[in-house]
């Protein structure tokens, strides 16, 4: 099979893509899979070193406000279909597959008008724009929650498959365990709480994290802390104004991005992150508490209907953005990080919303498309 994958900006359109294709090439070695992504997102990353060939083109998210730049995006985001169809021509695939986001513009519009067989995954349960424009254009679109299913009634196919996740659950061996933790310069006998704010970083949390740490409050727990590859050095230099070196802080490990998430999710004790589709899978894959900060939205408050569900559930408490604080995230923290029994209980009961055969799945409706198409021609 020859696969053409839509995928930039964040880690949540760009992982769930990695996992599909990797799926793809786990089910068939032997296909050819190419990623189209921009020149300044994520993908950059990621996927050259998932071992993909990413194909680069140049689109953008576009934003409500008039402006002489916004326009020029709109214009070379429109302008970019031509070099999909380009590449459609070359590559000659069996078929399209996007994640959502502003990549699947340009992608998509240009699979449609070159008639390739196209299937779309959004991972929340409101769907993104994107995903709503080409539903109906599309042969199917695969969702990660049933709502989603309800909000895309002009879509030719619509099935609910769950979200794709590169995370799975793993039992890591003792000796493993302190193998890692030492690499991080992190100790084994205290609790973990892995603070993080996706791909890009969550201001709100940092700042908080900060405060936290700048007032020592973390003293019955350790910290191992993604700040986001943008947020870094701001990070860094706010701690330099109070003298603290970020590379040297006492049961704190700081970097920008990590690329073990797998690992370390399932050493964590404790998750503080936002609570965003792909983040709430994981999770609930390995059974772990969490502390949610939900990205604020003027349009619709997706991230806290996400981490509402956790919440009823027992399994997750809540922080809105604009009431975190050092101290309050501090006192959440102290409400559950000493109690083994009450976090193994909140990690079970997150445990009941996990997926399962979602690759598998998702796979499974692709060869349907391809065949479909084959048996057409």
Not at 200 to 224: H, R, W
């Amino acid at each position: 099979m020859k696969v053409i994958v839509s995928a930039a900006g964040t880690g949540g359109h760009i992982n769930p893509a990695i996992s599909i294709a990797n799926k793809i090439r786990e089910k068939e070695p032997n296909s050819e899979i190419i990623f189209i992504g921009t020149n300044h997102g994520l993908e950059n990353d990621l996927v050259p070193r998932a071992g993909y060939e990413l194909k680069r083109i140049e689109a953008y998210g576009l934003k409500k406000e008039v402006s002489f730049k916004n326009l020029k995006h709109i214009f070379k985001t429109i302008r970019s279909a031509k070099e999909v169809k380009k590449i459609i021509d070359e590559f000659q695939p069996d078929l399209v597959l996007g994640t959502g986001g502003y990549i699947c513009g340009p992608v998509f519009a240009a699979a449609t008008s070159r008639k390739v067989p196209a299937v779309l995954h959004e991972s929340n349960a409101y769907p993104g724009k994107a995903v709503k424009m080409f539903a109906k254009e599309v042969d199917c679109v695969l969702v990660g929650f049933e709502e989603a299913k309800e909000r895309l009634s002009e879509a030719k196919k619509v099935v609910v498959t769950g979200n794709p996740t590169k995370i799975r659950k793993l039992a890591i061996a003792r000796d493993e365990k302190q193998k890692i933790l030492a690499d991080l310069g992190i100790k084994n006998d205290l609790p973990i709480v892995l603070i993080f704010g996706g791909s890009q970083g969550a201001q709100a949390i940092n700042e908080a994290t900060v405060e936290l740490i700048k007032s020592k409050l973390n003293q019955d727990y350790q910290i191992i802390w993604a700040t986001g590859q943008n947020q870094y050095d701001i990070v860094k230099e706010s701690f330099e104004k109070a003298t603290i070196s970020i590379k040297n802080i006492k049961d704190v490990k700081v970097v920008p991005y990590i690329y073990n998430m797998e690992e370390l999710i399932n050493l964590a004790d404790l998750v503080i992150c936002r609570s965003g589709a792909m983040t709430i899978t994981e999770l609930a894959i390995c059974s772990k508490p969490a502390i949610f900060v939900p990205l604020p939205s003027r349009s619709a408050n997706r991230q806290e209907d996400n981490a509402r569900v956790l919440e009823k559930l027992g399994a997750a408490k809540i922080i809105l953005n604009h009431e975190l604080t050092g101290s309050k995230l501090a006192s959440q923290i102290d409400d559950v990080i000493k109690d083994k029994a009450k976090l193994e209980k909140m990690g079970k009961l997150a445990n009941k919303i996990a997926p399962s055969r979602v690759e598998e799945k998702i796979y499974e409706e692709i060869q349907k498309v391809v065949k479909k198409e084959n048996t057409e021609i």
